[in-house]
């Protein structure tokens, strides 16, 4: 690491998620998931605020300059933030309210990923803490809506994203403590081979996660108040500590894809932990894989 922990936005998130850089603005967006809210920040780190009428919880660019594939707890919507257009996408989540949507990630080949878990939010966002069971579901969304199941009976579905080859994909369940690595096809877009990859780590539970050029894996932990990085052979590299409990997503941003951006939660947390809900950035020694686009 080259560069200190900062501060970037004191946004006071329940569950932020959902990093996103967009190269081609030069903008980070993220979400949080408990108020419904997808925020963007720009070059200066001012930010602006939308407001959805589901939780949101996973975001990737398009092939479209401008338009974003936006992922809320029923179902995905195609959202222009100049305008602040939304128009439906096909797919729909069937078990919802039961279940909702939670982590995704646009493919190399274009796909849109996202994972489902048990729903234990209210109307308003408010988080129960009820068993979520093992409702999950990993999809595999096509660019016409059409989606394929390729994993069931997830506790929590979180960290999906790919090798820099493009010939590995990794997907985790947080109840699990695992994260699992598979085969991953860049032209038929399929998967295979799945073996665990990152499991049982004792400083919380995998969430989002992040991969640089070196093919390591950046993983926040939720719980853990930390990011860790694994090596491509599944050893830890390092720990970047955080001072706050629960780390939730990261990306790699900047005009160098050299600042990793972590956001945080504020939920199941106690007043002593007054800079949860921040989204921080620490400069790396190595730039990331920029986020691939989703065809929609």
Not at 96 to 119: C, E, H, I, T, Y
Not at 141 to 147: E, N, S
Not at 163 to 190: C, E, K, L
Not at 254 to 279: N, Q, V
Request: charged share 25%; net charge negative; hydrophobic share 35%.
């Amino acid at each position: 690491m080259s560069e200190k922990l900062q501060i970037v936005a004191s946004t006071g998130d329940k569950c932020g998620e959902a990093a996103t850089w967009d190269a081609e603005q030069g903008f980070l967006y993220w979400c949080d998931i408990n108020r419904f809210v997808i925020h963007r920040m720009d070059h200066e780190n001012r930010v602006r605020s939308w407001f959805f009428d589901e939780p949101v919880v996973a975001l990737a660019m398009t092939e479209t300059p401008g338009r974003l594939l936006v992922a809320l707890g029923s179902r995905l919507i195609v959202w222009r933030p100049l305008d602040d257009s939304r128009q439906d996408h096909p797919f729909r989540l069937d078990a919802w309210p039961g279940a909702r949507l939670n982590d995704g990630r646009a493919a190399p080949n274009g796909d849109f990923w996202v994972g489902s878990m048990g729903n234990h939010l209210g109307p308003n966002g408010e988080a129960s803490g009820s068993d979520i069971g093992e409702k999950g579901v990993l999809y595999r969304v096509r660019a016409d809506g059409q989606a394929t199941e390729e994993k069931t009976g997830i506790g929590c579905s979180n960290t999906v994203c790919w090798s820099p080859d493009h010939r590995t994909f990794y997907f985790a369940d947080s109840m699990r403590n695992v994260i699992w690595a598979y085969d991953y096809d860049p032209q038929s877009g399929a998967i295979a081979n799945e073996r665990p990859f990152f499991a049982g780590f004792d400083r919380g539970s995998p969430d989002g996660s992040a991969v640089d050029e070196q093919g390591r894996l950046w993983n926040c932990r939720f719980g853990g108040g930390c990011v860790v990085c694994v090596a491509p052979d599944g050893k830890i590299d390092r720990v970047v500590d955080l001072p706050v409990t629960h780390a939730t997503t990261c990306a790699f941003g900047g005009p160098d894809l050299k600042t990793l951006f972590i956001t945080t939660a504020t939920i199941w947390t106690t007043e002593s932990d007054r800079l949860a809900g921040s989204l921080f950035a620490i400069r790396t020694d190595v730039a990331g894989v920029d986020g691939f686009k989703a065809r929609c």
